[in-house]
């Protein structure tokens, strides 16, 4: 799958965390974040990675796991009130990084065939993400008409701030 999201660092001392291929109980170091439905607590081992951008008092950005393969090294930072094009194209052999349209790194890694959940998060950061889109490897669909759907409720809220 390709995980495409907009970022924009409000403030704070860090920058994004793009997580995928997340399975199993997500423990973070050794502790349940809440209660897991039994589909989840069947996949084991857990695996994590997530894109660490503006990491280290946003002094650079890197890929981090539990279980899987690190990697992807960068002098990236994470600027405030900036948007950020964030894209990982992830197969089952290996993940790409992207940030703005520059491939930042290319990561060999079948571990688990690349399966698992994607996710969002901060760390010491406030921000905001948009234009979440994920699609498999035939790229993205024909668009759904918004009509009485989700999309136009969220279009309606965004535009009210």
Known sequence: YTFEVKGNKIGGG???LIMF??????????KPLKKHPPRMQKQKPSLEYWWNLGGWGNTRSKVESWGGKAGADSKDIIKAKTWYDIKIINTPKDYTVILNDKEV???EDDTQDGMGRIGL?????????DSVIVYGPDGPSAPVKANGKASLTWGYLKTQK
Not at 121 to 129: C, I
């Open 121 to 129: 998060a901060t760390w010491s950061t406030e921000a905001r993400y």
């Open 21 to 30: 291929r997340c399975r199993g109980m997500m423990e973070a170091r050794g």
């Open 14 to 16: 860090e920058g994004f």
């Open 105 to 107: 790194a290319k990561v």
